[in-house]
């Protein structure tokens, strides 16, 4: 519930663990275990090309919190795809897959949830967009 969009409005931006924070007390939310699995594979095997897979699904509401995002962390090897590091399958390696797009397929039908976006992010930090006037102001000489 910390994760829905009704608590983060309330609350602000919801702390997320160092990695090291998270492996001595193992508990968080998705995107704590995603984290910790992306630093730590970018660690050890940076040519893997750890990233995060942001799932955005259909909302649902659980006693008035919407819920929608979910993370997992892939990597890539041998021109494939892998999915790990869901917290609703702990220890589970999806793949190999095509793309992000194959997984997302069989991804939606195995949580029973439509799945409206996702994003592959070498962050799962929130960047703010900026406006297209100001982009056009700062091309100019």
Known sequence: ?????TQRSRSGQLPIYQ?????AAPSGVCVD?????VETLRHIDPNARASYLMIEFAPVTIGGNTLRMHWLASFMRDGTYYFFADSKR???IAGPYASATEFIGEYAKYRGRQIVA???L???Q?????LASEQRHEERP
């Open 1 to 5: 519930m910390l994760l829905s969009e």
């Open 19 to 23: 990695p090291q924070e998270f492996f």
């Open 33 to 37: 275990l995603s984290r910790f699995a």
């Open 90 to 92: 702990p220890g589970h």
């Open 118 to 120: 996702f994003r592959e």
């Open 122 to 124: 070498d962050s799962y």
């Open 126 to 130: 929130r960047k703010q967009r900026r």
